[in-house]
Structures are given as structure tokens and as C-alpha cells.
């Protein structure tokens, strides 16, 4: 099956608030090397033969640029976000504008907080949906309702990891890549019920960012220095696609974070 991405090109990208333990204020990004990175990721997308799509960055907005947390679009359905934090609610607008402009016609916005796809990934047909920092719990029956389609709701309990996308990835419909440590025990129970093959990522790895990766075929695009994940991904059949995300991080985020899946 064709993928389908959305992205939005880091011009405004920087450090200008703290609203995670990974962001600090004084550790100014190096825009130009961000954009190479960004680029990095557009174009082995490209390679992959992903289609992406680009929303217009916004001066005023950096974190824009992670449009993993635009929304959730599944069968060209899109629901919103409603940002936890002041300083990001400006993007809901923009994603909405977009979507509007772009043919989507289904479109809700959720009572309860829900950051996109940052905190809900999809697979198999089950939709597994984050909550403890950012999302509410609340907004899992939205996503139920509008979706049509199960959900299961994992809560994260470390600050490092406070979008499910920081420590969990689907990789196929039976296997799914995660860091234990980031979820409460009946979450890490669901979660290994549920998937036939589990990988573990070490603390290491996770806080690399390794998980927060995007998988398509058999290829998983990830952080390059989540080394042993690239070893662990490699001995369960898939290829690992390795690329820098340092200025990235620097606001806690990733491959994933800075792509949103548009499902048709
Ligand atoms: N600085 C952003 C924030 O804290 C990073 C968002 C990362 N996005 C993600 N999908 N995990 O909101």
C-alpha cells in the first residue's frame, strides 16, 4: 500500500519555550544544519517512493514544524489537535486551513486535549492512543467514536516520553518496537499481548530517540545513534534507515514527530 506523509519545512524552527524536559530555551537550534536534516528525511521518503505533501511553516509557530501533532487522518477522516499548551494551540488553525484547502471534508474537533498523531499511531486496525502528559484520557473515546475503530489506551508515566510516538512504533500489524520504561505495567501488558513480535529498546536507544521512527514496507527511518535498535531491526527482517535528528531533539522530537500520515 502507497504512504502518504504531510511535513512542514523547519524555517521558523527554534527553541523559544520549554514545555518538555528535552527543551531548553538557551540551546539555541542551528537552523541550517535543521534543514539538512529535515531534508535528509524528505528525500528518503522520496526514495522510498512516499508521496509527501508540505504545509506552509508560520513565523511565531516553531514547533509547527513536528506536523506528526496536526492531526490523526484515517479514510481521509482528519481529527484535529487540541494542544495541551497555550504556546502551540496556534498551529490547530493553520492544520485546519490546510485540510479545508486540501479536500478533506470530514473534520472534528475534539472536546478533550489530543496532540494528533504524536499520541495515537494505528495498526493492524486497532488505533493505540496515549494519555498521562499531553493527550487526555478523554479524548480516547472521541477517537473511538469518530473512527470507528478499537482503541486501546496506554499511559505514560515518564516526562521524558511524554508522547506515545517518543516510545512506541508499530512496525507491521504483528510487531511493534517499544521502551517498557515509558508506561505504566497494565500498559506494557497491553502492549505485549497484543503484538506477536516485540522489540525492546534499551533507555539508550529510546532516549536517541530511536522510537520515534517511521516504518514503511520493510524500511524503519530512524535516528542514527539508536545503534542497537538498527542491530535489533536488522535481526528481526527489516531495513534500518539511519539519519540525524540532533537539532530535533533539542526540542524533543524525532523522525515521527515530523510526519503526519495522511490516510486515505
Ligand atoms: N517541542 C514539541 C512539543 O513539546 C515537540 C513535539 C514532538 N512531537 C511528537 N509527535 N512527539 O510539543
Redesign the pocket.
Known sequence: MSKKVLMCRPDFFDIEYE??P??HKENHVDRELAERQWLQIHDIYIALGIAVERIDPVGGLP?MV?T??GGLVIDSKVMLPRFL?QE?RGETPEFERWFKLNGYTEIQMPEHNF?????CLFAGDTLFAGHGF?SDLKAHAELKAFFAKPVISLKLINPHF??L??CFCPLDDDTVMFFPGAFDDDSQKAIRSHFKTVIEASPRDAERFGL?AVSYNNNVVLSNEAEDLHQQLKDHGFNPIATPITEFHK????V??LTLELRA
Open positions: 514545555i518538555n528535552w527543551m514547533d513536528f506528526a501533532n499548551n502551540r496532540e494528533g498523531e504524536g499520541d499531553r511524554y508522547h510516538d517518543t520515534n526540542s524533543g522530537g524525532g515521527k514527530c
